[in-house]
């Protein structure tokens, strides 16, 4: 494993009020700090999932592991073919190329932090499902973007039988 050290010597404080929000209560991620902020360290957002609603389809990632800890609720995270339900300050830290998701939350409104290692730009992709909820570009529009941002989509039979 490489240490990823940051490109700058000054510490990086994200103050959650302060913090982009994209979304609409009870859905909504809070940009919290992207690669550029930390010297390429990591990216960070915040999560806060409706139950029933919403979760990430199934993806991996080349260049970055992804980490996510659960902060409230129990969260569902789908890492590589085995389905995890968190439960609050549990972690969950999927390696660069293995598959996962994070499905709709049953029925409870979970909330975790999510981190990718080394940092990539992924606010610009995290607006960019914003614009096609509103149903600004078309969701075909990802293929555009994926590879800046390190976001490869999949299919996933575990992911389909559960949900």
């Known amino acids: 494993m490489s240490l990823i050290v940051p490109g700058s010597d000054e510490a990086v404080v994200v103050r959650s009020a302060d913090a982009e929000a994209i979304g ?15 010297g390429g360290a990591l990216s960070a957002q915040r999560v806060t999932l409706a139950g029933g609603v919403g979760g990430a389809t199934p993806r991996h990632h080349e260049r970055s592991a992804e980490m996510f800890h659960a902060l409230d609720g129990a969260p569902e995270f789908l890492a ?3 389905a995890v339900t968190a439960g ?26 999510s981190s990718s290692q080394p940092g990539v730009e992924r606010f610009e992709y995290l607006r960019h499902l914003q614009r096609i909820a509103l149903g600004e570009p078309s969701p075909e529009s ?4 994926r590879e800046r ?15």
Do not use: Y
């Open 149 to 163: 941002c390190d976001n490869h989509f999949l299919n996933s039979a575990v992911r389909e039988k559960r949900h």
């Open 88 to 113: 609050q300050g549990d972690l969950d830290v999927v390696p660069p190329r293995m598959p996962h998701a994070s499905p709709p939350p049953p029925a409870a409104t979970p909330i975790c932090s």
């Open 80 to 82: 590589g073919e085995e």
């Open 24 to 38: 609409r209560a009870p859905t909504t991620v809070r940009l919290l700090a992207d690669s550029s902020a930390t």
């Open 142 to 145: 990802l293929l555009e973007v």
